[in-house]
């Protein structure tokens, strides 16, 4: 028996993170010990494992969803974007090589072998395997070679149910010209679908429904209204982190970087009742009543440097401080804050050295070594203990790492301005601890009421619920084997 499931989409952004999420807490409950997957992910939003690799956030999710400590295979390639037309090539959690677009059809029949390894061995260790696909099936002119679909289903056979998009209209055409374009023995693996994000009264969707059955063949699992506390859950992509609009509260703005990374970071401040989060996109001016101001991770801290300075953010920030405001680099933006940005290998481009937004009093050189660890840290402020992790390139030192951010395994860890409004640290999730956190709002006057992770939990138990009443759990799992 297959002992797998593949949840693939019409298209990108369908929601299949979030079945898939849904669908392994379902599992879970059932008594099944369930597993993630997902052969070929491409995000710069990454998690670091325990045995010290990295995958994508959204696998680190279903892992929670599934009761398991994150793992390497269970994203076996991830791609990082560093520029418009390249990314680095995460094989198995360790960074494999930096390609080009055009030149990754090359590199694929290399990775086939290392994807088909990674889910044989989470298939062997439990009783179900929980497959997530990519982009969509009918992007034909990328079947060749393709390790993300139809070619990863091939390769291991393992049954699809084809998730559609209502809320973006044209749900019926994508199903039904997903079937009419993909290779027939593609389609012979694809034994369902199912309707997501549907807004309203299902009913009034019962005349398409049966026309997609009539007209593909393929049974319907069900349809899945819109599942309005997706936002509690970290994003995969920083264009959906919908944080609450609050008239008001400590203002904490973060920029979106082109190449930003890691933003989950912000996740558990977007939950905060005292915060007001705003995620401020490329042409629009910082606010001037912004108390804090966050530069998130990047890719690509001297590309990502440029695009800063192209919105005008740079005098922006300037004025900020001038007024008094705070500043929080996190990874690539406290390399940011500092004087100057080096890469002279060209690890991340093209060789060179770039000024910093001079906020710190520290300089940054990229090196080939790249930083992946879970981390037990103390605020040095506060003196609270937090669990975080660093993913990144470079050493950075200068005369305000004497005041480190905080300290890991006795030692300096980040910088901090001789004022204290300006603050840098390589360290990602620090705002998850909900100890931390607290301690850290209460820095600016404000109370903290949320529970992070018990949040995450009660919503991942709302989702399994949710897909439960509106999917036919029961038939996905039989189809699963």
Request: aromatic share 6%; proline share 5%; hydrophobic share 40%.
């Amino acid at each position: 028996m297959p002992r797998a499931l593949m949840i693939q989409g019409t298209g990108s952004n369908v929601g299949k993170s979030m079945l898939v999420a849904g669908l392994c807490r379902a599992a879970r409950r059932r008594g099944l010990s369930v597993a993630p997957f997902k052969p070929q992910n491409m995000s710069n939003n990454a998690a670091v494992t325990e045995d010290g690799g990295e995958i994508g956030r959204a696998q680190a999710l279903q892992a929670l969803a599934s009761g398991l400590p994150l793992h390497t295979d269970m994203n076996p390639v991830l791609l990082k974007p560093e520029t418009d037309v390249g990314a680095q090539v995460i094989v198995q959690g360790r960074r494999f090589t930096s390609t080009k677009a055009r030149d990754y059809y090359d590199l694929k029949p290399q990775l086939i072998g290392k994807v088909l390894e990674s889910f044989e061995r989470l298939k062997s260790a439990h009783d179900l395997v929980i497959v997530e696909g990519a982009g969509s099936p009918a992007e034909v002119n990328l079947r060749r070679g393709d390790i993300a679909n139809m070619g990863f289903a091939r390769a291991a056979n393992v049954p699809v149910i084809l998730a559609g998009d209502i809320d973006r209209g044209g749900v019926i055409a994508q199903i039904v010209g997903t079937q009419a374009v993909i290779d027939p023995e593609d389609a012979a693996l694809v034994k369902g679908f199912l309707i997501n994000k549907f807004r309203g009264d299902p009913r009034l969707f019962d005349d398409g429904y049966a026309m997609i059955e009539a007209q593909t063949g393929w049974r319907g699992f069900g349809v899945v209204p819109w599942f309005r506390e997706a936002w509690k859950l970290p994003a995969e992509d920083a264009l959906d982190v919908d944080a609450p609009k609050r008239a008001s509260g400590l203002h904490i703005v973060c920029l979106c970087l082109s190449r930003i990374a890691n933003f989950d970071d912000l996740d558990p401040l977007a939950q905060e009742p005292g915060v007001r989060l705003t995620m401020l996109g490329p042409g629009r001016a910082l606010p001037g009543d912004a108390d804090l101001v966050i530069i998130p991770g990047t890719k690509s801290t001297r590309g990502d440097l440029a695009f800063l300075r192209a919105q005008g953010w740079d005098v922006d920030l300037a004025a900020h401080v001038r007024r008094g405001g705070h500043v929080l680099g996190i990874c690539g933006g406290y390399q940011m804050l500092g004087r100057t940005v080096a890469d002279p290998g060209g690890i991340e481009g093209d060789p060179g050295k770039d000024d910093g937004l001079g906020l710190l009093n520290v300089d940054t050189i990229m090196t080939p070594h790249k930083h992946l660890t879970q981390v037990d840290a103390t605020h040095s402020a506060s003196g609270k203990a937090f669990k975080g992790y660093e993913i990144h390139i470079g050493e950075t030192t200068g005369p305000d790492r004497s005041r480190p951010f905080a300290h890991v395994d006795g030692a300096a860890e980040g910088a901090v301005s001789t004022n204290g409004r300006i603050m840098g640290s390589y360290l990602h999730g620090m705002f998850s601890d909900d100890g931390f956190r607290a301690a850290w709002l209460a820095g600016f006057g404000v109370t903290s009421e949320a529970r992070y992770d018990d949040t995450v939990e009660r919503t991942l138990d709302a989702l399994a619920d949710h897909l439960e009443a509106h999917l036919d759990v029961a038939g996905l799992l039989e189809t699963a084997g």
